[in-house]
């Protein structure tokens, strides 16, 4: 396939993608809208009131389902984790082991985040408060309740590496881009569509590693388990995983601690990762894309 063909083919899906999400959204959250609109609320009122509303975050369950039922049924995206290892097939404990390191990789990136940002001063001595404030409060509205938890842990997840590993970085590799311009390029992408500098510069990191276990095992499963155990633990109250601005030198070293603890649980996730799928190097076949109509399929 040309570049100009996967470049339309790309622009397709993501136009597919966002055309669902804003359709099912929009029509079903619309009555609410115009409910505040006849109440002549402001429009933070409105979004306040949207947010906490358990019909908007049924509606984004069914937008997000819907993406990831067209897009796994279609092939637009493989999630099979068959090339950890030396053949194209693997046993229930590989496929245990490998769901298990990138559970592992999850905590180590979240706990690294939260400690790194501790120990350079902690959030509100770089970012504007009224930043971490609005966004804590939005965060703290969405994951409220049974269907937030629902869309935030595992609905959102799947769809937003379908869609940034699984479309955006596959294609960026398709078109023979490096892996290391490819890589860093969506996780940019993916990073900054969060809206904010805070989740632009926390989100990255986390971008680069999802998307190297992308180009290394070809599959999405893996972001996916690190996605979900990300926004898991998310979630905990924020009282018990902030860190308040009267910190002793003793909390000062436990989070040290966490973050060498969080440093190495990432380090041996990847090195796992790295030993695994180290045969697709000498085995360049085992790498190709083959598309036909729009679906992937192994050559």
């Not at 229930?92 to 790194?116: H, K, N």
């Not at 501790?118 to 994951?143: H, R, T, V, W």
């Not at 490819?182 to 969060?194: E, G, L, M, Y």
């Amino acid at each position: 396939m040309s570049k100009g063909k996967e470049l339309w083919r790309v622009a397709r899906l993501f136009l597919l993608f966002f055309v669902i999400s804003n359709i099912v959204i929009g029509v079903t959250c619309a009555p609410l809208v115009f409910r505040g609109l006849s109440m002549h609320m402001s429009r933070e009122a409105i979004e306040e009131q949207l947010l906490a509303s358990d019909y908007y975050k049924l509606s984004e369950c069914l937008a997000y389902l819907l993406i990831i039922v067209i897009f796994i049924r279609n092939r637009y995206v493989r999630m099979s984790l068959e090339r950890i290892g030396r053949t194209d097939r693997m046993d229930r404990r590989t496929l245990s082991t490998a769901i298990g390191i990138a559970a592992m990789i999850g905590v180590g990136c979240f706990f690294s985040s939260l400690s790194f940002w501790a120990i350079i001063g902690g959030l509100g001595n770089i970012f504007p408060q009224a930043e971490l404030d609005e966004l804590d409060k939005e965060y703290g509205l969405m994951s409220k309740g049974i269907l937030g938890i629902l869309n935030g842990v595992i609905l959102a997840p799947i769809s937003e590496e379908i869609l940034y590993r699984g479309i955006m970085l596959r294609s960026m590799l398709k078109m023979r881009w490096h892996p290391w311009i490819a890589i860093p390029v969506s996780a940019f992408v993916f990073a900054v569509i969060h809206g904010t500098a805070y989740q632009t510069i926390d989100i990255l990191p986390y971008g680069i590693i999802t998307g190297w276990l992308y180009w290394r095992t070809k599959s999405l499963l893996p972001g996916i388990v690190i996605h979900m155990v990300n926004n898991f633990i998310a979630f905990v109250p924020p009282q018990f995983i902030e860190s308040g601005d009267d910190d002793t030198e003793a909390d000062m070293k436990v989070w040290i601690i966490m973050f060498a603890i969080s440093i190495a649980l990432l380090a041996y996730g990847i090195n796992w990762y790295r030993k695994k799928t180290q045969y697709l190097e000498s085995n360049p076949k085992m790498t190709t894309f083959v598309s036909v109509n729009g679906k992937d399929f192994r050559r």
